[in-house]
């Protein structure tokens, strides 16, 4: 079904919101060629837009993954990867700090972040706290306007 989004509160355009959130998209965002694994950075960004909830970024990410292939089971489950077998350690290691990140738990944030170590180079580890940022950045942008999905 096509859906079409509309916005309920403002326009971003009005101050530029969109042109700061697609040049960092441009560097991080689901087009952009990292190091990092597409499918890994698809199931950050799509976990991001399940915690915060963005209705516009859940499907905008939905249909991302299963564009880069990643198994419509795993996709269906992500909210709950702590109890699937399906996540390899770094997505998990991966996922937990972009919870951490996410809803800034300080507790846990150091930890996370260092145990990324076990899996990532630096320059990877840079790109996914970019990824989680930028998503964060969009998410909340959508929030913002009030961008809700239409049933056409």
Known sequence: MPVTFENTRFDPDLIEFHGIAK???ASVGYTADLSVDGRLAQLLRLRVAQMNPCSYCLIL????AHDQGIAVEKVAHLASWREST???PAERCALAYCEALTAYDPAAFAARHESLTSHFDEKAIAEIAAIVINMNLWTRLKLAQGQVPVAE
């Open 23 to 25: 040049q960092m998209a």
């Open 61 to 64: 990410h939905t249909k991302a």
């Open 86 to 88: 399906m996540f390899t």
